[in-house]
């Protein structure tokens, strides 16, 4: 039997792409999901398409950018199944631009969600798996965490940083039995260039994505990460498409 079973799981960004690929995922194998993201039309019926295949999940409308919000979703996890086995904090935009336009807004965004986000993630859900000692923090980080393209200072900065955290934490954390994974993937087909606001560009980079996988790539990483024995960490994975070069 999958050790994926009963195990509860926050997914951030679980309304669409890799977060809403993710939670097909985890559900087959039995987990008990939360839930996350801003658009709830999306959130309730990835939870109603859930519990119609006889599987578990709760959902909550959250802004990963307020750390009050991250505070009551773990608290809403913590309420309704009494426990956190794992969080994937997965939720993040893309709005490329090179830093010269100076959108001031699209970085303090970019930094909002894809570095405070997991942070927040993190910090609400420490205490609890400190306690038990036990856990899984997961954190979706990009190949653009290894990489610098052009266009994509703050993006990467921001992907960077991720694994910056990540693995700070698993320094950190490793004597508490806590477990962390830096998940990067490549080129997945999925919404985030629509946070591109430079037309030209965004125009250029929908066609080098042509060569996107399925989101349901990630997904299957991630399962991976989760169902190994809890004394096995998968602490790093890239998941490229092959044909994608850099
Ligand atoms: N697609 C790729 O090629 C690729 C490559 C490398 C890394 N990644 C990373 O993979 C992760 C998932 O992205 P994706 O490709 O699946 O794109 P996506 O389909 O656009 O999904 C992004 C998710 O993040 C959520 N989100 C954005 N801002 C949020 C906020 N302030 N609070 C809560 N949720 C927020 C969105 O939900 P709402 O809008 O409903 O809030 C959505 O569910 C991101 O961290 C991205 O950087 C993607």
Same mark, same amino acid.
């Given at each position: 039997?999958?050790?994926?079973?009963?195990?509860?799981?926050?997914?951030?960004?679980?309304?669409?792409? =890799?977060?809403?690929?993710?939670?097909?995922? %985890?559900?087959?194998?039995?987990?008990?999901?939360?839930?996350?993201?801003?658009? +709830?039309?999306?959130?309730?019926?990835?939870?109603?398409?859930?519990?119609?295949?006889?599987?578990?999940?709760?959902?909550?409308?959250?802004?990963?950018?307020?750390?009050?919000?991250?505070?009551?979703?773990?608290?809403?996890?913590? +309420?309704?199944?009494?426990? =956190?086995?794992?969080?994937?904090?997965?939720?993040?935009?893309?709005?490329?631009?090179?830093?010269?336009?100076?959108?001031?807004?699209?970085?303090?965004?970019?930094?909002?969600?894809?570095?405070?986000?997991?942070?927040?993630? =993190?910090?609400?859900?420490?205490?609890?798996?400190? +306690?038990?000692?036990?856990?899984?923090?997961?954190?979706?980080?990009?190949?653009?965490?290894? %990489?610098?393209?052009?266009?994509?200072?703050?993006?990467?900065?921001?992907?960077?940083?991720?694994?910056?955290?990540?693995?700070?934490?698993?320094?950190?954390?490793?004597?508490?039995?806590?477990?962390?994974?830096?998940?990067?993937?490549?080129?997945?087909?999925?919404?985030?260039?629509?946070?591109?606001?430079?037309?030209?560009?965004?125009?250029? =980079?929908?066609?080098?994505?042509?060569?996107?996988?399925?989101?349901?790539?990630?997904?299957?990483?991630?399962?991976?990460?989760? +169902?190994?024995?809890?004394?096995?960490?998968?602490?790093?994975?890239?998941?490229?498409?092959?044909?994608?070069?850099?």
């Amino acid at each position: 039997m999958s050790n994926i079973k009963d195990k509860v799981v926050i997914i951030t960004g679980a309304s669409s792409g =890799i977060g809403e690929a993710t939670a097909k995922e %985890l559900t087959s194998k039995g987990a008990k999901l939360v839930l996350a993201a801003r658009r +709830e039309d999306r959130l309730e019926k990835l939870q109603k398409e859930i519990q119609n295949n006889g599987g578990q999940a709760i959902y909550k409308v959250t802004d990963v950018s307020s750390h009050e919000q991250m505070e009551e979703l773990a608290f809403y996890a913590l +309420e309704e199944y009494g426990k =956190i086995d794992v969080i994937v904090n997965n939720a993040g935009v893309m709005p490329l631009s090179p830093v010269y336009q100076k959108k001031i807004k699209e970085w303090d965004t970019m930094i909002d969600v894809n570095i405070k986000g997991v942070l927040y993630g =993190i910090a609400a859900v420490l205490p609890s798996m400190r +306690e038990r000692k036990e856990g899984h923090i997961i954190n979706v980080s990009s190949i653009a965490g290894h %990489l610098v393209f052009p266009a994509g200072s703050v993006y990467s900065g921001t992907k960077f940083a991720v694994r910056a955290i990540t693995e700070g934490l698993r320094i950190e954390e490793a004597s508490n039995n806590i477990r962390t994974t830096i998940i990067s993937p490549g080129t997945i087909t999925t919404e985030l260039l629509e946070t591109i606001t430079d037309l030209e560009l965004k125009s250029a =980079i929908v066609e080098d994505s042509k060569i996107g996988i399925e989101p349901a790539s990630i997904a299957r990483a991630i399962v991976f990460a989760i +169902e190994q024995p809890s004394d096995v960490a998968i602490n790093e994975m890239i998941v490229r498409p092959t044909i994608q070069e850099l």
